[in-house]
């Protein structure tokens, strides 16, 4: 550091000035410079003039950050998503059987004996109802046309049927038995045979969900 010995007269320097004189003057007297960093009272921390990079878990926290409106935005787009979830894991059901049996009967008749062998499989469950009568439940709201009795005899070889491969290939036979021609130009007995034969692959599925 500078001391008062080292006090610089005019006229040391003819060449220099006055006002030049004091300014170096100055500068040798004072006790901190200016120009280096992190010294000195006053002067500010060099990082606080450069940025720096963000730690990255204070970046994190801060990109978590949203406002009421946001979270309200969020929480309404979720719950979209599990509803639509929902709603496609219990039509996967109807799919499977409208895959099933594509071009063979309406989808809405289909969609109809399903929704009542879902009802009808839970309901049968705890009551002790036969498999047949089951079958008959779910078809007997498609076939009014068609007596009880009628329907149990048609769907008795598909419900006595254990529920394997023997199974399958009964309920494959009694659809191929079927002529594959429009709903509507169907006799009656084919008309039960396809709905029964839907009625007992429906209740399979609902008792393996």
Not at 54 to 66: R, S
Not at 184 to 205: G, H, M, T, W
């Amino acid at each position: 550091m500078a001391n008062q010995s080292s006090r610089i007269d005019n006229q040391d320097d003819p060449a220099m000035s006055s006002a030049q004189a004091e300014l170096l003057q100055t500068v040798l007297d004072s006790e901190q410079y200016p120009w280096l960093p992190g010294e000195g009272v006053g002067t500010e921390d060099s990082s606080a003039k450069e940025p720096t990079a963000k730690d990255p878990l204070e970046a994190a926290g801060q990109a978590l950050e949203f406002s009421d409106e946001e979270a309200q935005q969020g929480w309404s787009a979720l719950s979209t998503q599990l509803n639509q979830l929902w709603a496609g894991t219990n039509d996967s059901f109807q799919q499977a059987l409208a895959q099933k049996f594509a071009g063979r009967l309406p989808v809405a008749l289909i969609e109809q004996i399903g929704s009542k062998a879902k009802q009808l499989a839970s309901e049968g469950q705890a009551n002790g109802q036969s498999v047949l009568d089951q079958m008959v439940g779910c078809v007997q709201d498609v076939m009014t046309h068609m007596a009880k009795a009628d329907l149990q005899v048609f769907g008795r070889p598909m419900a006595m049927a254990m529920r394997s491969t023997s199974s399958d290939e009964i309920l494959e036979a009694t659809v191929q038995s079927v002529r594959s021609v429009e709903w509507e130009a169907l006799s009656p007995i084919e008309q039960a045979k396809l709905s029964l034969a839907v009625a007992r692959y429906a209740l399979d599925l609902e008792s393996e969900s």
